[in-house]
Protein backbone atom coordinates (compact mmCIF):
# COMPACT_ATOMS: atom_id res chain seq x y z
CA UNK A 1 0.00 0.00 0.00
CA UNK A 2 1.97 3.38 -1.41
CA UNK A 3 1.60 6.28 0.74
CA UNK A 4 -0.46 8.35 -1.44
CA UNK A 5 -3.40 6.19 -0.56
CA UNK A 6 -2.61 5.92 3.36
CA UNK A 7 -3.42 9.48 3.39
CA UNK A 8 -6.46 9.64 1.78
CA UNK A 9 -7.60 7.00 3.77
CA UNK A 10 -6.22 9.11 6.86
CA UNK A 11 -8.38 12.39 5.22
CA UNK A 12 -11.27 10.28 4.58
CA UNK A 13 -11.27 9.09 8.14
CA UNK A 14 -10.99 12.24 9.40
CA UNK A 15 -13.68 13.92 7.88
CA UNK A 16 -15.57 10.69 8.87
CA UNK A 17 -14.70 11.97 12.03
CA UNK A 18 -15.60 15.30 11.53
CA UNK A 19 -18.81 14.95 10.73
CA UNK A 20 -19.66 12.24 13.34
CA UNK A 21 -18.58 15.09 16.08
CA UNK A 22 -20.93 17.41 14.80
CA UNK A 23 -23.45 14.87 14.93
CA UNK A 24 -22.95 14.35 18.91
CA UNK A 25 -21.79 17.65 19.91
CA UNK A 26 -22.04 20.99 17.82
CA UNK A 27 -25.51 19.78 15.62
CA UNK A 28 -27.73 18.20 18.08
CA UNK A 29 -31.18 19.34 18.59
CA UNK A 30 -32.57 22.05 20.87
CA UNK A 31 -33.87 20.52 24.13
CA UNK A 32 -36.89 21.20 25.64
CA UNK A 33 -36.83 23.86 28.83
CA UNK A 34 -39.57 22.96 31.64
CA UNK A 35 -42.61 23.79 31.92
CA UNK A 36 -43.68 24.05 35.67
CA UNK A 37 -46.62 25.48 35.05
CA UNK A 38 -50.08 27.72 34.70
CA UNK A 39 -48.43 31.46 35.15
CA UNK A 40 -51.43 33.42 33.88
CA UNK A 41 -54.85 33.47 32.64
CA UNK A 42 -55.89 36.29 30.73
CA UNK A 43 -59.32 37.63 30.29
CA UNK A 44 -61.71 40.15 29.06
CA UNK A 45 -64.68 41.93 30.05
CA UNK A 46 -67.25 44.82 29.24
CA UNK A 47 -66.53 46.47 32.10
CA UNK A 48 -63.84 46.29 35.17
CA UNK A 49 -66.04 48.04 37.76
CA UNK A 50 -69.04 44.83 38.00
CA UNK A 51 -65.96 42.41 37.07
CA UNK A 52 -63.78 44.20 40.06
CA UNK A 53 -66.89 43.42 42.58
CA UNK A 54 -66.89 39.70 41.63
CA UNK A 55 -63.34 38.99 41.71
CA UNK A 56 -62.42 41.63 44.32
CA UNK A 57 -65.70 41.87 46.66
CA UNK A 58 -67.02 38.68 46.19
CA UNK A 59 -63.51 35.83 45.59
CA UNK A 60 -61.73 38.10 48.03
CA UNK A 61 -58.45 38.94 45.70
CA UNK A 62 -56.64 42.36 46.04
CA UNK A 63 -56.41 43.88 42.54
CA UNK A 64 -53.94 45.57 41.02
CA UNK A 65 -53.87 47.89 38.18
CA UNK A 66 -51.36 46.41 35.68
CA UNK A 67 -48.24 48.77 34.89
CA UNK A 68 -48.13 47.97 31.01
CA UNK A 69 -52.20 48.32 30.34
CA UNK A 70 -54.38 50.96 32.48
CA UNK A 71 -57.71 49.19 31.51
CA UNK A 72 -56.08 45.80 32.81
CA UNK A 73 -56.01 44.71 36.59
CA UNK A 74 -54.22 41.78 37.72
CA UNK A 75 -55.33 39.49 40.70
CA UNK A 76 -52.65 37.83 42.49
CA UNK A 77 -53.84 34.17 43.13
CA UNK A 78 -50.34 33.45 44.82
CA UNK A 79 -46.86 34.50 44.07
CA UNK A 80 -46.83 32.89 40.85
CA UNK A 81 -50.04 32.74 39.49
CA UNK A 82 -52.67 34.92 38.37
CA UNK A 83 -55.89 36.17 36.77
CA UNK A 84 -55.37 39.00 34.22
CA UNK A 85 -58.85 40.84 33.36
CA UNK A 86 -58.98 43.92 30.51
CA UNK A 87 -62.18 45.93 29.92
CA UNK A 88 -63.16 46.28 26.10
CA UNK A 89 -65.15 43.17 25.43
CA UNK A 90 -67.38 43.96 22.48
CA UNK A 91 -71.09 43.57 22.86
CA UNK A 92 -71.30 40.79 20.28
CA UNK A 93 -67.78 38.89 20.46
CA UNK A 94 -68.37 35.50 22.26
CA UNK A 95 -64.85 35.01 22.82
CA UNK A 96 -64.00 36.21 26.13
CA UNK A 97 -60.15 33.96 26.86
CA UNK A 98 -56.95 35.99 25.83
CA UNK A 99 -54.59 33.57 26.43
CA UNK A 100 -52.83 31.79 29.03
CA UNK A 101 -49.08 31.87 30.05
CA UNK A 102 -46.98 29.50 30.87
CA UNK A 103 -44.39 29.23 33.14
CA UNK A 104 -40.49 28.06 31.48
CA UNK A 105 -37.05 28.25 33.21
CA UNK A 106 -35.52 29.21 30.09
CA UNK A 107 -38.02 31.43 27.81
CA UNK A 108 -34.98 31.90 24.93
CA UNK A 109 -34.53 28.37 24.68
CA UNK A 110 -37.73 27.54 24.46
CA UNK A 111 -38.22 29.84 22.05
CA UNK A 112 -35.81 28.34 19.42
CA UNK A 113 -36.77 24.99 20.56
CA UNK A 114 -40.18 25.49 19.63
CA UNK A 115 -38.75 27.00 16.11
CA UNK A 116 -36.82 23.87 15.67
CA UNK A 117 -40.15 21.96 16.24
CA UNK A 118 -41.59 23.74 13.29
CA UNK A 119 -43.46 26.49 15.41
CA UNK A 120 -43.92 29.63 14.23
CA UNK A 121 -42.02 31.98 16.90
CA UNK A 122 -41.37 35.69 17.29
CA UNK A 123 -38.05 37.20 16.40
CA UNK A 124 -37.47 38.20 19.73
CA UNK A 125 -38.17 38.18 23.32
CA UNK A 126 -40.59 41.03 25.22
CA UNK A 127 -39.24 42.16 28.55
CA UNK A 128 -41.77 43.29 30.42
CA UNK A 129 -42.60 43.85 34.47
CA UNK A 130 -39.72 41.57 35.16
CA UNK A 131 -40.30 38.69 32.92
CA UNK A 132 -39.11 36.96 29.39
CA UNK A 133 -41.78 35.81 27.37
CA UNK A 134 -42.99 35.82 24.04
CA UNK A 135 -46.27 34.76 22.26
CA UNK A 136 -47.41 31.55 19.67
CA UNK A 137 -50.68 29.87 18.82
CA UNK A 138 -51.61 26.04 19.51
CA UNK A 139 -53.44 24.12 16.71
CA UNK A 140 -56.79 25.45 17.55
CA UNK A 141 -55.25 29.51 17.50
CA UNK A 142 -55.37 29.98 21.08
CA UNK A 143 -53.00 32.38 22.15
CA UNK A 144 -50.36 31.00 24.24
CA UNK A 145 -47.59 32.51 25.83
CA UNK A 146 -44.05 31.37 27.90
CA UNK A 147 -42.68 33.67 30.51
CA UNK A 148 -39.46 33.20 32.88
CA UNK A 149 -39.17 35.45 35.73
CA UNK A 150 -35.89 37.28 35.84
CA UNK A 151 -33.87 36.58 39.07
CA UNK A 152 -33.37 39.85 40.74
CA UNK A 153 -35.40 42.16 38.42
CA UNK A 154 -38.78 41.46 39.63
CA UNK A 155 -40.38 44.73 40.82
CA UNK A 156 -41.17 45.55 44.39
CA UNK A 157 -44.64 45.94 45.32
CA UNK A 158 -46.91 45.78 48.68
CA UNK A 159 -48.06 42.62 49.13
CA UNK A 160 -50.99 42.03 47.18
CA UNK A 161 -52.79 38.98 49.78
CA UNK A 162 -55.19 40.52 51.99
CA UNK A 163 -56.23 36.85 53.50
CA UNK A 164 -59.84 37.03 51.91
CA UNK A 165 -58.57 34.87 48.83
CA UNK A 166 -61.28 31.64 48.30
CA UNK A 167 -58.13 30.16 46.65
CA UNK A 168 -54.46 30.55 46.75
CA UNK A 169 -54.08 28.16 43.52
CA UNK A 170 -54.84 27.93 40.27
CA UNK A 171 -55.52 24.23 39.68
CA UNK A 172 -56.37 23.94 35.87
CA UNK A 173 -57.51 26.32 32.58
CA UNK A 174 -59.62 24.71 30.14
CA UNK A 175 -59.43 25.33 26.65
CA UNK A 176 -61.69 24.16 23.81
CA UNK A 177 -59.88 21.71 21.49
CA UNK A 178 -61.60 20.57 18.15
CA UNK A 179 -58.93 18.15 17.06
CA UNK A 180 -57.86 16.28 20.10
CA UNK A 181 -54.58 14.53 17.81
CA UNK A 182 -53.56 17.75 16.78
CA UNK A 183 -53.42 19.45 20.00
CA UNK A 184 -51.42 16.21 21.21
CA UNK A 185 -49.01 16.65 18.80
CA UNK A 186 -48.21 20.04 19.88
CA UNK A 187 -48.95 19.77 24.29
CA UNK A 188 -47.73 15.88 24.72
CA UNK A 189 -45.25 15.22 21.26
CA UNK A 190 -43.74 18.75 21.37
CA UNK A 191 -44.52 20.53 24.95
CA UNK A 192 -44.29 17.14 27.28
CA UNK A 193 -47.70 17.32 29.01
CA UNK A 194 -49.30 13.98 29.74
CA UNK A 195 -52.82 12.72 30.29
CA UNK A 196 -53.65 12.39 33.56
CA UNK A 197 -57.56 11.77 33.38
CA UNK A 198 -60.18 11.80 30.75
CA UNK A 199 -63.95 12.08 31.41
CA UNK A 200 -67.34 12.52 29.95
CA UNK A 201 -70.95 13.18 30.70
CA UNK A 202 -71.42 9.66 30.65
CA UNK A 203 -69.34 6.84 30.94
CA UNK A 204 -69.76 5.92 26.97
CA UNK A 205 -68.77 9.65 26.49
CA UNK A 206 -65.20 11.76 26.28
CA UNK A 207 -66.10 15.36 26.90
CA UNK A 208 -62.62 16.37 28.30
CA UNK A 209 -59.16 15.32 28.68
CA UNK A 210 -56.62 16.70 31.48
CA UNK A 211 -53.45 17.32 30.48
CA UNK A 212 -50.40 18.20 33.45
CA UNK A 213 -47.38 20.07 32.72
CA UNK A 214 -44.31 17.95 32.51
CA UNK A 215 -42.53 19.48 35.26
CA UNK A 216 -45.39 20.44 37.61
CA UNK A 217 -49.22 19.53 38.94
CA UNK A 218 -50.83 22.00 37.43
CA UNK A 219 -52.48 20.81 34.24
CA UNK A 220 -54.78 21.97 31.10
CA UNK A 221 -57.94 20.80 30.18
CA UNK A 222 -59.25 20.07 26.67
CA UNK A 223 -62.74 20.74 26.41
CA UNK A 224 -63.14 18.63 23.35
CA UNK A 225 -66.01 20.62 21.24
CA UNK A 226 -67.08 19.59 17.40
CA UNK A 227 -68.84 22.70 15.41
CA UNK A 228 -69.93 26.22 16.21
CA UNK A 229 -69.62 27.12 19.92
CA UNK A 230 -72.67 29.54 21.42
CA UNK A 231 -71.46 32.43 23.91
CA UNK A 232 -73.09 30.67 27.05
CA UNK A 233 -71.38 27.47 25.77
CA UNK A 234 -67.95 29.37 25.04
CA UNK A 235 -67.88 30.91 28.91
CA UNK A 236 -68.49 27.64 30.32
CA UNK A 237 -65.50 25.66 28.39
CA UNK A 238 -62.75 28.31 28.69
CA UNK A 239 -62.55 28.74 32.40
CA UNK A 240 -60.55 28.98 35.35
CA UNK A 241 -60.49 26.08 38.09
CA UNK A 242 -59.26 27.28 41.52
CA UNK A 243 -58.25 24.61 44.33
CA UNK A 244 -60.39 24.94 47.61
CA UNK A 245 -59.17 22.67 50.19
CA UNK A 246 -62.69 22.57 52.06
CA UNK A 247 -65.69 23.40 49.69
CA UNK A 248 -68.10 23.94 52.83
CA UNK A 249 -65.95 26.57 53.92
CA UNK A 250 -65.96 27.76 50.67
CA UNK A 251 -69.73 27.94 50.40
CA UNK A 252 -69.92 29.63 54.12
CA UNK A 253 -67.37 32.42 53.01
CA UNK A 254 -69.16 32.97 49.54
CA UNK A 255 -72.80 32.54 50.87
CA UNK A 256 -71.86 35.44 53.11
CA UNK A 257 -70.22 37.72 50.82
CA UNK A 258 -73.24 37.01 48.89
CA UNK A 259 -75.26 39.15 50.72
CA UNK A 260 -73.56 42.55 50.11
CA UNK A 261 -72.78 42.03 46.67
CA UNK A 262 -76.14 40.81 45.33
CA UNK A 263 -74.40 37.57 43.70
CA UNK A 264 -76.07 34.59 44.25
CA UNK A 265 -74.17 31.39 44.98
CA UNK A 266 -75.72 28.41 43.62
CA UNK A 267 -75.11 24.76 45.72
CA UNK A 268 -72.02 21.97 44.71
CA UNK A 269 -72.23 18.76 42.96
CA UNK A 270 -69.70 16.10 42.72
CA UNK A 271 -68.21 16.07 39.55
CA UNK A 272 -67.67 12.95 37.48
CA UNK A 273 -64.02 12.81 38.94
CA UNK A 274 -65.77 12.12 42.34
CA UNK A 275 -64.59 15.77 43.58
CA UNK A 276 -66.89 18.30 45.28
CA UNK A 277 -67.03 21.39 42.64
CA UNK A 278 -68.56 24.72 42.01
CA UNK A 279 -69.33 26.74 39.58
CA UNK A 280 -69.45 30.59 39.84
CA UNK A 281 -69.49 33.04 36.74
CA UNK A 282 -68.53 36.57 36.24
CA UNK A 283 -70.66 39.12 35.02
CA UNK A 284 -69.53 38.47 31.51
CA UNK A 285 -70.11 34.64 31.61
CA UNK A 286 -67.23 33.16 31.85
CA UNK A 287 -67.07 30.13 34.16
CA UNK A 288 -64.60 29.95 37.54
CA UNK A 289 -64.99 26.47 38.90
CA UNK A 290 -64.17 25.36 42.72
CA UNK A 291 -62.83 22.10 42.85
CA UNK A 292 -61.93 20.43 46.38
CA UNK A 293 -58.36 18.83 45.92
CA UNK A 294 -58.79 15.10 46.65
CA UNK A 295 -61.97 12.71 45.74
CA UNK A 296 -64.72 12.89 48.35
CA UNK A 297 -64.58 9.70 50.87
Not at 53 to 80: A, H, W
Not at 121 to 136: H, K, M, N, R, Y
Not at 157 to 164: Q, Y
Not at 187 to 208: P, Q
Request: charged share 20%; aromatic share 8%.
Amino acid sequence: MNDCYVNRIKRLALAALASFTCGLVFCQSPKRPPVTGIACVQLQVSELKTATTFYGSLLGYSLVRSPLNKRSVIIRVNPRQSIAIQDGLPPGQDERLFGISFQTTDAAAMRVYLQSAGISVPAALSTEDGQLSFTIQDPDKHVIKFTQSIAGDQPKRANPFSGNEISRRILHAGLTITDAKAANNFYAGILGFSEIWRGGASDSITNWINMRVPEGTDYLEYMLVSGPVGRQQLGSLHHIALMVPDMQQAVDVLSSRSISNGYPVAAPRIGRNNRWQLNLFDPDGTRIELMEPFPMR
